[in-house]
Antibody, heavy 121, light 108 residues
Framework: EVQLVESGGGLVKPGGSLRLSCVAS????????MNWVRQVPGKGLEWVSAITNSGSSVYYADSMKGRVTISRDNAKNSLSLQMNSLRAEDTAVYYCARGGSGWYLGPSAYWGQGTLVIVSS | EIVLTQSPGTLSVSPGERATLSCRASQSVSSSYLAWYQQKPGQAPRLLIY???DRASGIPDRFSGSGSGTDFTLTISRLEPEDFAVYYCQHYGSSPGTFGQGTKVEIK
């Protein structure tokens, strides 16, 4: 069974940093691209970032470019999102989602349960 | 960046009726790399359709996707009580993999 479990969310002050993690199981992690998608409570989905299976290519939404870094450790089946200079508008549930195989960003057939990030003083 | 515009914003439908949701792209979506997701309150999104018209594993055949280029449609042939939810389209052929703003399907 494919499982994606996020952690690392919480309350952080504006301008602060947070590192989100996602641990994967039930599939060959190193074979798939991975995504981060966020959702402000009560609002729509926003794609945040993606990384290819090898980690050789990374992609970011303009709204977070320069403030976030996506990375992965295929040996540990883990995905991370380092977020810096956080703003109130970054408050959202952050989902880890599996992408396509290899370099292919692909649709997301599997999602974690999400981790809530609250940016507030 | 490809902008996806979904319509209508809210669709009021009776159980057993047909629902037709639209997703229009600001430029052509390469290789029909377009997906549809269903999301219910408090849950993660669920993939319904990928590559514009292929049903994901375990998705009932009352869900169908069509379209190419810039115009895509999700059709739910006969709405079941569990189908009332919010639906999103997303393109994934290139970065950024933007989502539409969503269509809420509510009980009429």
């Amino acid at each position: 069974e494919v499982q994606l479990v996020e952690s690392g969310g919480g309350l952080v002050k504006p301008g602060g940093s947070l590192r989100l993690s996602c641990v994967a199981s039930g599939f060959t992690f190193s074979s798939f691209s991975m995504n981060w998608v966020r959702q402000v409570p009560g609002k729509g989905l926003e794609w945040v970032s993606a990384i290819t299976n090898s980690g050789s290519s990374v992609y970011y939404a303009d709204s977070m470019k320069g403030r976030v870094t996506i990375s992965r450790d295929n040996a540990k089946n883990s995905l991370s999102l380092q977020m810096n200079s956080l703003r109130a508008e970054d408050t959202a549930v952050y989902y880890c989602a599996r992408g396509g195989s290899g370099w292919y960003l692909g649709p997301s057939a599997y999602w974690g349960q999400g981790t809530l990030v609250i940016v507030s003083s | 960046e490809i902008v996806l515009t979904q319509s209508p914003g809210t669709l009021s439908v009776s159980p057993g009726e047909r629902a037709t949701l639209s997703c229009r792209a600001s430029q052509s979506v390469s290789s029909s790399y377009l997906a549809w997701y269903q999301q219910k309150p408090g849950q993660a999104p669920r993939l319904l359709i990928y590559d514009a018209h292929d049903r994901a594993s375990g998705i009932p055949d009352r869900f169908s996707g069509s379209g190419s280029g810039t115009d895509f449609t999700l059709t739910i042939s006969r709405l079941e009580p569990e189908d009332f939810a919010v639906y999103y389209c997303q393109h994934y052929g290139s970065s950024p993999g933007t989502f539409g703003q969503g269509t809420k399907v509510e009980i009429k």
